[in-house]
């Protein structure tokens, strides 16, 4: 069964930095890309960045460009996502999910075949 759970979420200030985690299980990171998206209350969902399978790909959206990073840890099985500079309209649940193809996971065709129950952060002084 292939699950993906989300964890590192909480309340932070203005500036400041969180490492969100998403741990596979069912399968390997690399095997299939993963993309971490987000929705605020109100809003629809958005993509923030995405890899490839092998890691050796990443896509950033230009809100999150040089504060946020897309890590695969092979080893751990699991994708990191470092949020640094946090900004209050970063405000969102955060969900990663997983396709084998990197395609869908950048949004460009089809529909992405897992989620996660996704965590919440919030950007707020």
Known sequence: QLQL???G????QPGGS????????????DSYAIG???QA???????????NNFGGDTVYADSVKGRFTIVK??????????????????TAVYY???DPNYRIVQGIVGRIAYWGQGT???VSS
């Open 5 to 7: 759970v989300e964890s």
């Open 73 to 90: 840890d092979n080893a751990k099985n699991t994708v990191y996502l470092q949020m640094n500079s946090l900004k209050p309209e970063d």
């Open 9 to 12: 979420g909480g309340f932070v």
């Open 18 to 29: 969180l490492r969100l985690s998403c741990a596979v299980s069912g399968f390997t990171v």
């Open 120 to 122: 919440q952060v919030t």
């Open 36 to 38: 971490w998206f987000r």
């Open 41 to 51: 209350p109100g809003k629809e969902r958005e993509g923030v960045s995405c890899i």
């Open 96 to 98: 990663c999910a997983a």
